[in-house]
């Protein structure tokens, strides 16, 4: 077997207590102005002791997050291949400019007046987005994707309040993602579930015999969590239109389509937009995204207040839409993601952007392409940003996906997204994104096909994985038993 | 997971399709989850469970079973009174995967006792584990 | 284009392998009626220099300079942010990392947020807080939703008029579409929420109170936490000034039984209102009715400390319908910003700068009373509260605005009656000449 050269080696980590396992009485880590007025007392009744919290010096801070930001892996450490998560490259540009003082200092309860230059960004990102999906009404509030999907069922929920009528269903297919049901709940639909078939994708007919007036519509990922294209989402949408209901497109996947598909020609009526995934804002480690939501001419109405709006040569924030759902956000939601969002697509053009779906889906067609001898394929059709494959052939040896995805770690990788979606048994979901070169993906494509040659000749070696990363396998069973939230 | 061979049944219990066991004595129930169903679930980690006084009717869902990564339903064989609960499960989940018929989960006052004959023997019980 | 690093002659290497003529091709599976026509009308593509003298025009559009001194809060408050903060957070191994579904290559993140859960514990005297909701709005109405759950037959929420209004708008929008029934409760003259209806309420879940409260006004949560008790409902409290804490008694404390709100003061830039950071605690026994992710201690085979996300059982991506909340994220880096800065400050800080904030106030409320102006409620308050000028204040507001300061919101646009009456805020960023200077054009 040729020696496969991997980023992953072991390296020096130190060790760093929690902050409260450190520090001294009288230590300050922060400068605090000195009182230049009267001394006043508060009340005693409301006084309290204060929290419990350690004093500490600015270094031990700042020495603390430099080591516990040594044990992460991000995108900037090397390929994050989570299927489903479009874990592109961050553009530091974009944050330069959410870093401009001008946008920072902008307080948020201010008169128009004061803030053209933000209310501008608002503006011209609502055009944007409504251009991207061809959906022309858009609110910039929900904070993050699933923050988006509850925003469209309460627009889903208000258009059929405004239609007289409650419905009390929704149809869900069984390739959506996670977050739909609970966000569809919320609004009181009982989520249907609807199989795709055999091809991966739903069928008309299947839909055609789930979908009546009591559904208030249907949520459909476009492409799907198994990277398929839904061929059928136009038919689809006229069926679920004559029948009084709504199309939501969770676009979370909008990485694969941008400039290839026109949402509303799709048929669809609600669909937000995952501006963590497409846009190149950073994850965070779990957050801030932003998760806008565009609509049809006809449900702009219902979206949540205010709107950034263009009167002459102003900008001003309008509230006067009395079907409006309400807020969603105290604010105008993460504007500093809204930002970052807004300089890469001025940085992008359109050319790009389309550039950037096409070579999205020809990274995952090549990985596609070279894995699908190694590993079986959940479905062997035109993929997407995304391919799935399942681990049949490594329960041979013994080893599961889980197994494998540990072994990436050792050899340098982030883990592609695995046991998802549920209905490919031990999924493997890769998601290259546009920003890996090829050398890289090739490389990667050498390392999975060496770990599935371990798999046959050292299976210990994937059991016993990862080993030099700062900590082994975790017991997650312990952590759930014994819950311990809190230091 | 097991085989149906390894799987310990007991044959003085009466089941459920749901992966329930019950017994009877002396007008009371216990009601508890058969090795099938915790083999499944793997490592419980809790155990939701009713108060005391709770009625249900047949098919209510009175509790849940959690592992790490799943949430497994309890549903009432027998409609009645709950009389008591497996308090030992607040804190030893885990008793249930050590073994599963000496840690019954509930204990009932059935209402309508003829319900009980509707219950699966250990033989129909295995028919239906075979598929 | 620098973020995409295919050359042609690898584009066309990679076409090859995977058995298509062109780009276009691959989408082969995208039916003609769905596909987009022509090019999607956008600017055409700024460099990076012309993009920032793109941005550097938009930041001359802005009225309100850095420059200016803002006295306003209304939950967006204006807070010194020390230089360590900016520095850390843009390690990228943080920044670019996801959620921490993989613990072994996630320790950073993991241990960052279980410290964050603990400062939050113990900052609002709850037993337990989860990794954070998107912001102190969504987080309220989160907090009743998790109220309505526990309080399982019982179908209506109460909330104080006194609660900042844009989270009672997100609150009606989230409940709007539920069996639910939502009521609001009046303040009286003291500014403090009224709650002497609440045994009249028939099926009462929950009633949530901010303190200190919109008016700045601190609302006296043991009194206020036993009559809700009382009334057989939970206590809710919320807050848009988290530093309040490091002076007042906490709300677990006086009772409390769920506490959240907007973390936006611990070390985030205001940015036109976000991103923030929805802090959320509650009573242990309510651990498994809780939203949001939680992190939790564990240790790996080798039986060394780790953290690992847990109780995900509680969550949409395995209970489906029946979670606890549809919420997915938290708001990742701000829970770090968040223990930066509470860290940078300890203890003892916290207690010094909250007090700061305190003097501020109090001399800004001293100063205008000994110039005729009224405060409108008398009872102790927190970085905020609301004054009568008797006459029209907006002249000096002009005044105010040529010389660099904002300062007040005139409340008319959210209680009509209080139209003229304005809001104001000092923090420690508020120097004595900047209150004076405010002090001084009042007539």
């Known amino acids: 077997m040729t020696k496969i050269k991997t980023p992953g080696i072991s390296g020096l980590i130190l060790d760093e207590p929690l902050l409260w396992e450190k520090g001294k009485k009288g230590r300050r880590g922060m400068s605090i102005p000195v009182n230049d007025v009267p001394e006043a007392v508060l009340e005693e009744t409301l006084q309290g002791q204060g929290p419990d919290f350690p004093d500490l010096s600015e270094v031990d801070v700042v020495r603390h997050y430099t080591r516990l930001s040594q044990w992460n892996f991000g995108v900037d450490t090397g390929m994050y291949p989570l299927g489903s998560c479009t874990m592109k490259y961050n553009p530091k540009i974009n944050e330069t400019m959410a870093a401009t003082p001008e946008i920072t200092s902008a307080h948020p309860m201010l008169d128009d007046e004061y803030s053209q230059g933000t209310l501008k960004i608002m503006y011209d990102l609502q ?96 492409p799907n969590t198994l990277g398929l294209f839904e061929t059928n989402i136009r038919k689809i949408a006229d069926i679920v239109h004559s029948k009084g209901g709504l199309v939501y497109g969770d676009g979370a996947n909008m990485n694969a389509v941008m400039g290839i598909i026109d949402a509303e020609k799709c048929g669809v009526d609600v669909m937000h937009l995952n501006l963590h995934k497409t846009f190149s804002t950073p994850h965070g480690g779990g957050g801030p995204g932003a998760g806008p939501v565009c609509v049809t001419e006809e449900l702009t109405k219902f979206l949540p207040t205010p709107l950034a709006v263009k009167d002459g040569s102003s900008y001003r924030l309008k509230y006067d839409y009395p079907d409006s759902i309400g807020r969603v956000h105290g604010f105008h939601g993460n504007f500093g993601v809204l930002v970052r969002a807004y300089s890469y697509i001025l940085s992008m053009g359109a050319d790009n952007l389309k550039k950037v779906s096409q070579l999205a889906v020809l990274s995952a067609a090549y990985i596609k392409e070279q894995l699908k001898g190694t590993l079986p394929l959940a479905f062997n059709r035109p993929c997407m940003h995304e391919c799935v494959f399942s681990d049949k052939l490594l329960h041979d040896d013994g080893v599961s996906t889980l197994d494998l995805a540990k072994r990436l770690i050792d050899n340098g990788y982030h883990p592609p997204t695995i046991y998802f979606p549920l209905v490919v048994p031990g999924a493997i979901m890769i998601e290259p994104t546009e920003t890996e070169c090829k050398e890289d993906i090739d490389q990667f494509i ?30 997650e069973t312990k952590a759930a038993r014994n819950p311990c939230l809190r230091g | 997971m097991k085989e149906l061979s390894e799987l310990n049944l007991p044959e003085n219990l009466r089941y459920t399709d749901d992966h329930e066991w019950t017994s009877s004595e002396g007008g009371t129930m216990k009601i508890g989850v058969s090795d099938y169903a915790q083999d499944q679930m793997g490592d419980i980690v809790f155990v939701e469970m009713p108060e005391v006084g709770d009625n249900f009717d047949k098919g209510d869902e009175f509790g849940t079973l959690e592992s790490v990564k799943a949430v497994s339903e309890l549903f009432i064989p027998v409609g009645g009174e709950v009389i008591a609960v497996n308090e030992a499960l607040e804190d030893g989940p885990e008793l249930i995967n050590k073994d599963p018929y000496a840690n019954w989960i509930v204990e009932i006052k059935p209402s309508d006792p003829s319900e009980i004959d509707q219950l699966l023997t250990v033989e129909a019980y295995r028919e239906i584990l075979k598929g | 284009m620098r973020y995409l690093p295919h050359t042609d002659e690898e584009i066309k290497e990679m076409l090859e392998v995977v058995g298509r003529k062109s780009l276009d091709e691959l989408f082969c599976s995208v039916p003609d009626d769905c596909r987009y026509e022509g090019d999607i009308p956008l600017p055409l593509p ?84 989860n990794a954070s909701i998107y912001d102190g709005a969504s987080a309220l109405a989160e907090a009743l939703l998790m109220g309505l759950r526990i309080g399982r037959k019982k179908k209506t929420v109460a909330i104080s008029t006194a609660i900042h209004p844009h989270y009672r708008e997100v609150v009606k929008t989230y409940l709007e579409p539920t069996e639910y029934t939502l009521l609001e409760l009046p303040f009286g003259e003291d500014g403090r929420t009224d709650l002497s209806g609440l045994k009249e309420i028939k099926g009462l879940a929950a009633v949530a109170l901010q303190s200190p409260n919109f008016f700045g006004v601190i609302e006296d949560l043991e009194t206020a936490s036993s009559a809700i008790h009382d009334a057989g409902a939970l206590a809710i409290s919320c807050f848009t000034e988290p530093l309040a804490f490091g002076l007042l008694k906490n709300p677990g404390s006086c009772g409390i039984d769920i506490c959240c709100g907007e973390g936006q003061s611990f070390g985030m830039t205001r940015s036109f209102g976000g991103p923030g950071l929805g802090m959320f605690g509650c009573k242990e026994k309510y651990t498994r009715n809780m939203p949001g992710r939680l992190v939790g201690e564990t240790t790996d085979i080798d039986g060394k400390r780790g953290f690992v996300l847990t109780l995900a059982t509680r969550e949409q991506h395995i209970r489906r319908e029946k979670a606890t909340s549809n919420i997915c994220s938290n708001q990742g880096i701000c829970t770090l910003i968040a223990t930066m800065y509470m860290s940078s400050l300890g203890g003892s800080g916290i207690r010094e700068l909250a007090q700061l904030n305190y003097n501020k106030t109090e001399y800004f409320k001293s100063e205008l009373i000994k110039k005729g102006a009224d405060i409108l409620f008398d009872s102790p308050t927190f970085n905020e509260f609301v004054v009568d000028f008797k006459h029209d204040f907006l002249p000096a507001y002009e005044r105010l605005q040529e010389k660099g300061i904002i300062a007040g919101l005139d409340l008319g646009r959210f209680y009509p009656s209080f139209a003229g009456k304005y809001l104001f805020c000092a923090t420690e960023t508020a120097a004595k000449e900047d209150i004076d200077a405010v002090v001084k054009e009042v007539l």
């Open chain 1, 127 to 222: 055009h944007y987005l409504a251009a991207i999906t061809g959906l022309p009404g858009v609110s910039l509030q929900p904070a993050a994707g699933a923050h988006g999907e509850l925003t469209g069922m309460l627009i889903f929920a208000a258009y059929h309040k405004s239609h007289g009528s409650k419905r009390t269903k929704i149809l869900i297919p069984d390739t959506a993602h996670g977050t739909n049901p609970a966000s569809a709940a919320l609004c009181g639909y009982k989520p249907v579930p609807v199989k795709s078939d055999s091809n991966g994708i739903l069928n008309i007919q299947t839909v055609a015999e789930l979908m009546d007036e009591e559904c208030a519509g249907i949520m459909i990922t476009n």
């Open chain 1, 446 to 475: 050498g390392v999975i096909k060496k770990i599935v040659q371990e798999a046959k000749e050292n299976p210990e070696l994937l059991h016993q994985a990862p080993t030099i990363a700062k900590v082994r396998r975790l017991d």
């Open chain 3, 46 to 129: 700024l460099n990076e220099w012309a993009l920032k003298e793109h941005m550097s025009e938009l930041a001359d559009s802005m009225t309100v300079t850095p420059k200016f001194k803002i006295l306003i809060g209304a939950g967006s408050n204006h807070h010194h942010i020390p230089a360590t903060i900016g520095a850390l957070i843009s390690r990228s191994e943080f920044l670019t990392a996801y959620t921490p579904y993989q613990p072994e290559v996630a320790q950073g993140t993991l241990q960052g947020i279980f410290e964050y859960q603990t400062y939050t514990a113990r900052l609002l005297g709850m037993d337990v807080a």
